[in-house]
């Protein structure tokens, strides 16, 4: 063998080299950013899955904050049919006069829609708020 030939021999083996090395650091790469891509997927997944937590956290704590206000309405709502005095929960007549006691409320003549408030008039249909009474 000659001189070029031993030439072209390590030349064509420092080629081959570098073409395995290049390939090896680029299956790495590819790797690295694989992984990456993953855990940033992954922390994604995670921060909605806290997000979509914390807004039922919140419409539960919501939904309770209604039901509560809504008994105490309710509550507040019981007077006795003759004096008007407001009544205790589970009291059906009045200690004060014997008077029936029934729930007083207002609600939209139109709508139907339960008035908050002071309301005069409906804030969903524009309809005069009335006072109702339920026995």
């Known amino acids: 063998m000659g001189f070029f030939d031993n030439l072209k021999k390590g030349i064509s083996e420092l080629w081959d ?27 994604r997944v995670k921060e909605a899955a806290e997000e979509r937590k914390k807004k039922k956290e919140e419409a539960q704590a919501a939904e309770q904050k209604a039901k509560e206000a809504e008994q105490k309405a309710k509550e507040e709502a019981r007077v006795c049919s003759k004096c008007g005095r407001k009544a205790e929960p589970n009291v059906k007549f009045c200690p004060e006069c014997g008077g029936k006691i029934v729930e007083k ?3 939209c003549s ?26």
């Not at 309809?127 to 109702?132: D, L, M, P, Q, W």
Request: hydrophobic share 30%; aromatic share 4%; glycine share 8%.
């Open 17 to 43: 080299k570098a073409k395995e090395d290049a390939a090896d650091r680029a299956k790495e790469a590819a790797e690295e950013k694989a992984q990456e891509l993953a855990e940033d997927a992954a922390d």
């Open 105 to 107: 409320y207002r609600v």
């Open 110 to 135: 139109k709508c139907g829609r339960r008035a908050e408030g002071d309301e005069k008039f409906c804030t969903e249909c524009g309809g005069e708020i009335a006072e109702k009474v339920q026995e």
